[in-house]
């Protein structure tokens, strides 16, 4: 037997943005949410502080773009495969930032910066993994 139960809000019911819009996770590290009531421009320095001092550590990075849509795969899993084959290099760093939409997941912006020490450890990792299953 299938059953499919579908709940609509009423009209006059407005959809209202996600408690937390944003979201910026240095793996391992600090991790710091942008709430409604927070200006925009004060998350956005935020980010920038943090960016800059992973840059000084490591200057080398690959930045994917999550579109579960597309690859069928979330930002967590995407993200815990980053952290697990990003640990096979001294220093790496991992760092997730997520703009969720108001409306739907469509909308959201959801990325994965892979940061290195050195140039040849970025490049030998996107030789080695990238466009490739990964199994945990």
Same mark, same amino acid.
């Given at each position: ?66 579109? *579960?849509?597309? $690859?069928? @795969?979330? &930002? ?11 640990? /096979? ?14 409306? *739907?997941?469509? $909308?959201? @912006?959801? &990325? ?11 490049? /030998? ?12």
């Amino acid at each position: 037997m299938f059953v499919v139960l579908l709940m609509i809000a009423p009209l006059s019911q407005k959809l209202e943005p996600p408690a937390n819009p944003a979201r910026f996770s240095v793996h391992g590290g600090h991790t710091f949410s942008r709430p409604n009531d927070m200006d925009a421009e004060e998350f956005k320095q935020e980010v920038i502080d943090a960016l800059r001092g992973i840059w000084e550590k490591a200057q080398f990075w690959t930045v994917y773009l999550c579109d *579960d849509q597309q $690859s069928g @795969l979330t &930002l967590n899993e995407i993200t815990a495969a980053a952290i697990q084959l990003g640990s /096979n290099y001294p220093g790496a760093i991992v760092v997730t930032l997520s703009i969720l939409g108001r409306v *739907d997941s469509h $909308s959201d @912006l959801e &990325l994965i910066f892979v940061c290195f020490v050195q140039d040849s450890e970025r490049r /030998n990792f996107r030789a080695r993994y990238e466009g490739k299953f990964v199994s945990r």
